[in-house]
């Protein structure tokens, strides 16, 4: 009966072993913006592609809403095991190195940029290197939305027409900058908070998104002009990188593999979305300007004073950049 006992004994040790060995490594992925989101449907998308990729080895477990944490306690807790992935608004990344602005200045990224792979890749190696101290690592930029204003009752055809508006923006000190180079006054609000604030005329309006205009702010935002280039928003997809190499070289590559599908899909798929998100707002009666070639250089000139300030500071930053572009056929 002893040895019969020993036996079922080391039965049941192996079968424990067996278990955990084959037990899927779990990826945990939050976010702060609603289950409804488009970014949301990506990161689904991404969880069942890297499941099948890695045939159920890697299960990506999305959690929106804020339900665990939001995009910036969420890469606070990057590195403790509790999260191994956030996709953040890219300038959030300034909070962690502020050299890494270069990606929100005023006229800099561009689409066409962006659609070239060997300068993509670039920027996003060269921004993951310079957050390497802090064991994170850039997987690649999503594409937001070419920013543009809104206002409720401001029909901005120049630069002229700006002067001292009251514009909410959201927060990092290049956008900041931006604003006051154009003559107006940044605000902080939430974006739950901006479309109130609108209609009541707290502010004259907003530094924001196509989808932002269709679906937050609506009629109550009836003007609205956009300076093609001006401000190129993006999420960045930033991992645990101590998490990332501790995985085996196939489930790493799905990995990245499986973001850089989506990635090229979704520049794509974005700009399709702004145009219809534009293009309901004026079916509605709201008013798009956009500036021309000249008008946009002007806006641009005046942009390049609040860049001053950046350039000084991270030359380093812009000589890699200009670097990539130079070897990737970038203009």
């Known amino acids: 009966m002893f040895n019969q006992l020993i036996r079922r004994g080391a039965a049941l040790l192996a079968l424990a072993i067996s278990c955990q060995a084959g037990a899927a490594t779990e990826l945990v992925l939050t976010s702060e913006v609603a289950a409804s989101h488009w970014k949301t449907r990506y990161m689904n998308e991404f969880a069942a592609d890297v499941a099948k990729r ?9 959690f929106p809403a804020s339900q665990l944490y939001n995009d910036q306690d969420g890469l606070a807790a990057i590195g403790t095991g509790a999260v191994h992935m956030v996709w953040p608004v890219s300038v959030r990344l300034e909070t962690l ?19 070239n792979e060997c300068f993509a890749q670039g920027l996003t190696e060269m921004m993951s290197e310079r957050l390497k101290s802090r064991q994170l690592q850039v997987l690649g930029l999503l594409r937001t939305a070419d920013l543009f204003f809104i206002f409720r009752d401001r029909d901005v055809k120049s630069l002229a027409d700006m002067r001292g508006a009251k514009l909410r923006v959201t927060g990092g000190r290049i956008f900041l900058d931006m604003v006051r180079s154009f003559d107006a006054s940044p605000v902080s609000l939430a974006a739950s908070e901006m479309s109130t604030a609108l209609a009541q005329g707290a502010i004259d309006g ?3 998104s196509p989808a932002g205009w269709s679906e937050m ?6 003007y609205a002009f956009h300076v093609p280039g001006m401000s190129l928003a993006t999420y960045a997809v930033v991992a645990d990188r101590n998490w990332m190499d501790a995985l085996t070289d196939q489930q790493r590559q799905a ?6 599908a989506i990635i090229k899909r979704q520049w794509e798929e974005a700009r399709a979305a702004d145009a219809e998100a534009v293009k309901k707002m004026e079916q509605q ?5 956009v500036a021309d070639d000249a008008g946009a250089a002007e806006w641009k000139a005046r942009a390049d004073a609040a860049k001053k300030s950046y350039t000084d500071k991270y030359g380093d930053v812009v000589k890699q950049v200009e670097s990539i572009s130079q070897r990737c056929g970038v203009k």
């Open 97 to 115: 190195d502020p050299a890494l602005g270069y990606i929100n200045l005023p006229f800099g990224l561009s689409d066409e940029m962006m659609a």
């Open 206 to 208: 907003v530094l924001s």
């Open 54 to 62: 890695t045939n159920g080895e890697v299960q990506v477990k999305v």
């Open 217 to 222: 702010i609506g009629k109550t935002g009836k």
């Open 285 to 289: 009666g709201s008013v798009y300007r």
């Open 255 to 260: 990995i990245v593999d499986s973001m850089n």
